[in-house]
């Protein structure tokens, strides 16, 4: 079973953290404030789970959650992910992240502008469109009715292999949207974009969603938007 090291210990970082744990996988979990700030995560978690520096979860992790204010991804050595598959659950926003100018201007994507600073990673997008609150409850069995589909992007077969097993395990299907440069998609406030797993926007309503109805969104999307 995989190591999933996690370099983010928000509300998806966390709750990723947990569904990992439940399904069987060891998690290494890190943050900006130290590992002796997630002793009541990992206590909570239980054993498969340690508290660990950045650069120790970027090195023990088989698979990679980059699950960080976008603003602060080139604050991370580049190298520090080579030959890794990552994940990257990044958003834009601007009012917290800065003005980045490869974006405003559509010249890359989020993901490609995290897998530019990783040169050396294998990066796939996921997570990104969901609220924390939605992914922890979704989830199902493999095979369940209303079990729930979640999207990907990215640019390397074997690594979006890697990150689709890692979904099913956790509980979800998995819809694959295309390279990196097409998950502008679901990028914030496309139609894609969180509200979609949700009633009205409202979190406290969650709703599945299938790979049809994700296409639909999908195609809704206008890059004129940020």
Known sequence: MSIIGIIGSGNIGSVLARLAVDAGYDVVIANSRGPESLAGLVEELGPRARAATT????????????????????????????????IDTCNYYPERDGDIAVLDSHELTTSEFVQRHFAGARVVKAFNNIFAQNLGELQRPAGAPDRATLTIAGDDEAAERVVTEFIEAIGYDVFDTGPLAESWRFQRDQPAYAGVYTESGDPAEPRRRTPDELRARLDQADRSIR
Do not use: N, Y
């Open 55 to 86: 650069a120790e979860a970027a090195a023990a992790g088989d698979l990679v959650v980059v699950t960080i204010p976008l603003g602060r991804v080139p604050e991370l050595p580049a190298q520090s992910l080579d030959g890794k598959v990552v």
